[in-house]
């Protein structure tokens, strides 16, 4: 299995050299590339397509932010790319900036506590699997003039310190035994405690964790958005025919969302490196069952995957499309849990959703650096569609059944049912898992 690939970038070559010098002792991360100042970061990972970049903040021309621009201008054109920022600045408020605006796959680390044991490894197979990290000395900031406040259990002190190192409630709640929900009752109740003691010294601090602990939610929730980051030239060829920034089109499409069951159990027993290593792998075949039928990748969020047929391009045939592409996703991970329950590791189950509806889509932000939203029904039912599927299965609304020029011979139509966020019922089909593929037993509910 291929180890994490990273991408160096810093204007001193001493410091690139010592980086990869260091990541050179982990067996599972392989350095494919360094930069020196933005156009070379930005070339050499769009070539080198790693799953992590790790850069200085300042780097030429202007030595300003071209590390953090060019990190997002990577993302914009490989999505689910992630981002370790090394800085020089312990700022509590420009790290939890830089976390709440990238959100998931960011870390932040101090350029001079990297060689202390093995924060900078942490912090790639972190963001390799979109997940996100502050330096120990960022979150003591953050949270050492919030504890002054006093009156905090020992559980309440390790609750705060899991907030500030931006950990997600699912995360704190597989630490702590516990359900998300009830994390969010405790972190609730805690903000709270702490604003009726805060003093107006302490009201910054306290600000800022809420901000970080919004963002963190907020991903977790939605992901980084529901828009897609543009590939090189897509944006370009938009506009170019016309299509105005901030114009808004409808389009008939068939979404297409898969999710692994039972990860966050997979998660809690795995080693992370070990974990980081099959998501990557993972997400590779998922890109390519998807990009082999004409689909665009709208997201990579943790576990799970969307997709889309029938934009930006509009195509006639994308429920036929999103179906090949969705059977192609089972077929390739197959191959992949083969490979791993002959090395020991634990194999992936897959659900897959896929609704055919009518979305509005349109080009935000600038001609500079633009992102390609959808907006519509069709991607709220597809997460709750995938919800349904067991390992190996397919579950697809009615409409996109009713759309396929050949349909599957096996298939089950599911009880019409309400979903949870819609006053429509849905009435959707059941594409069992084929006789050859292997049965997996996931435990817990889809995650």
Same mark, same amino acid.
């Given at each position: 299995?291929?180890?994490?690939?990273?991408?160096?970038?810093?204007?001193?070559?001493?410091?690139?050299?010592?980086?990869?010098?260091m990541?050179q002792?982990?067996?599972?991360v392989?350095? /494919?590339?360094?930069?020196e100042?933005?156009?070379? =970061?930005?070339?050499?990972? /769009?070539?080198?397509?790693?799953?992590v970049?790790?850069?200085?903040?300042?780097m030429?021309?202007?030595?300003?932010s071209?590390?953090?621009?060019?990190?997002?201008?990577?993302?914009?054109?490989?999505?689910?790319?992630?981002?370790?920022?090394?800085?020089?600045?312990?700022?509590?408020?420009?790290?939890?900036?830089?976390?709440?605006?990238?959100? @998931?796959?960011?870390?932040?680390? =101090?350029?001079?506590?990297?060689?202390?044991?093995d !924060?900078?490894?942490?912090?790639?197979?972190?963001?390799?699997?979109?997940?996100?990290?502050?330096?120990?000395?960022?979150?003591?900031?953050?949270i050492?003039?919030?504890?002054?406040?006093?009156?905090l259990?020992?559980?309440d002190d390790e609750?705060?310190?899991?907030?500030?190192?931006?950990?997600?409630?699912?995360?704190?709640?597989?630490?702590?035994?516990?359900?998300?929900?009830?994390?969010?009752?405790? /972190?609730?109740?805690?903000?709270?405690?702490?604003?009726?003691?805060?003093?107006?010294g302490?009201?910054?601090?306290?600000?800022?964790?809420?901000?970080l602990?919004? @963002?963190?939610v907020?991903?977790?929730?939605?992901g980084?958005s529901?828009?897609? #980051?543009?590939?090189?030239?897509?944006?370009?060829?938009?506009?170019?025919?016309?299509?105005?920034?901030?114009?808004?089109?409808?389009?008939?499409? +068939?979404?297409?969302?898969?999710?692994?069951?039972?990860?966050?159990?997979?998660?809690?027993?795995?080693?992370?490196?070990?974990l980081?290593?099959?998501?990557?792998r993972?997400r590779?075949?998922?890109?390519?069952?998807?990009?082999?039928?004409?689909?665009? /990748?709208m997201?990579?969020?943790? *576990?799970?995957?969307?997709?889309?047929?029938?934009?930006?391009? @509009?195509?006639?045939d994308?429920?036929d499309?999103?179906?090949?592409? @969705? #059977?192609?996703?089972?077929?390739? !991970? *197959?191959?992949?849990?083969?490979e791993?329950?002959?090395?020991?590791?634990?194999?992936?189950?897959l659900?897959?959703?896929?609704?055919?509806?009518?979305?509005?889509?349109?080009?935000?932000?600038?001609?500079?650096?633009?992102?390609? +939203? #959808?907006?519509?029904?069709?991607?709220?039912?597809?997460?709750? =569609?995938?919800?349904?599927?067991?390992p190996?299965?397919?579950?697809?609304?009615?409409?996109?059944?009713?759309?396929?020029?050949?349909?599957?011979?096996?298939?089950?139509?599911l009880?019409? !049912? #309400?979903?949870?966020?819609?006053?429509?019922?849905?009435?959707?089909?059941?594409?069992?898992r084929?006789?050859h593929?292997?049965?997996?037993?996931?435990?817990?509910?889809?995650?």
């Open positions: 299995m291929g180890a994490i690939t990273v991408f160096l970038a810093d204007d001193s070559a001493i410091i690139r050299a010592g980086v990869s010098a990541l002792r982990d067996s599972d392989e350095v /494919v590339g360094m930069a100042d933005y156009d070379t =970061l930005v070339a050499g990972a /769009v070539e080198a397509h790693p799953d970049v790790v850069s200085d903040i300042r030429p021309p202007h030595f300003e071209e590390g953090i621009d060019a990190c997002k201008e990577i993302r914009k054109r490989h999505p689910g790319t992630g981002i370790v920022i090394l800085s020089q600045y312990d700022d509590p408020d420009y790290a939890v900036s830089l976390l709440a605006e990238g959100s @998931a796959g960011y870390a932040y680390l =101090l350029k001079d506590r990297i060689a202390e044991g !924060q900078l490894s942490r912090a790639i197979r972190e963001v390799a699997t979109g997940g996100s990290m502050l330096d120990p000395v960022i979150v003591s900031a953050l050492n003039p919030v504890r002054r406040t006093g009156g259990s020992t559980d609750l705060l310190e899991m907030i500030a190192s931006g950990r997600t409630c699912k995360s704190i709640a597989v630490a702590l035994n516990t359900t998300p929900s009830a994390i969010d009752d405790r /972190v609730e109740r805690l903000f709270v405690h702490l604003a009726e003691g805060v003093s107006s302490q009201a910054g601090a306290l600000d800022r964790l809420r901000r602990h919004r @963002a963190i907020e991903r977790e929730e939605q980084e529901l828009s897609r #980051l543009l590939p090189t030239g897509v944006a370009d060829q938009l506009i170019a025919e016309g299509r105005a920034v901030g114009e808004t089109e409808t389009l008939d499409v +068939t979404v297409v969302m898969s999710d692994i069951r039972g990860y966050t159990t997979i998660a809690e027993h795995a080693d992370p490196a070990v980081a290593q099959q998501l990557n993972h590779a075949e998922m890109n390519r069952a998807i990009l082999s039928e004409g689909g665009t /990748v997201q990579y969020v943790g *576990d799970a995957v969307m997709a889309v047929f029938g934009a930006p391009v @509009a195509t006639s994308h429920p499309r999103a179906l090949a592409a @969705a #059977l192609a996703m089972h077929q390739r !991970q *197959d191959v992949v849990n083969a791993w329950s002959a090395e020991g590791r634990t194999p992936f189950g659900g897959i959703g896929v609704v055919t509806g009518t979305v509005a889509a349109a080009l935000l932000g600038s001609e500079e650096r633009v992102e390609y +939203t #959808l907006v519509g029904d069709a991607l709220n039912l597809c997460q709750r =569609l995938q919800q349904f599927a067991d190996g299965e397919t579950v697809l609304s009615e409409p996109t059944w009713n759309s396929l020029t050949e349909r599957p011979i096996e298939f089950e139509q009880e019409s !049912q #309400l979903v949870k966020g819609r006053d429509t019922p849905v009435a959707p089909y059941l594409l069992p084929p006789n593929a292997p049965e997996l037993q996931t435990e817990g509910a889809p995650t």
